[in-house]
């Protein structure tokens, strides 16, 4: 019984870490200070620069993949209970 309770820790623990890692190599493509200015230019409709969309595309990377990474993991978890997918037991 514990070691069927540790295996999804185990795994949850493993995915967290993963997300972690895969936001700070993503935190090291965004310029914050430039990626907040060219936020607010283009809110204003203010042309912006090839680097000032570069920035608010990573932004808009880095968010996405903030808050996808979770549902992601939490729909595998519930695929493998309701229908035994992917199960590696």
Do not use: C, H
Request: no cysteine; glycine share 2%.
């Amino acid at each position: 019984m514990e070691i069927k309770q540790s295996n999804p820790f185990s795994k949850a623990t493993i995915r967290q870490s993963l997300n972690e890692t895969d936001m700070e190599v993503y935190k090291v493509q965004i310029d914050e200070d430039m990626a907040t200015k060219a936020l607010y230019k283009n809110e204003r409709n203010i042309t912006l620069d090839d680097y000032e969309e570069y920035q608010i595309l990573q932004f808009q990377n880095f968010n996405f993949r903030v808050l996808t990474t979770p549902f992601i993991n939490i729909g595998l978890d519930y695929l493998k209970k309701m229908f035994g997918w992917l199960t590696d037991e």
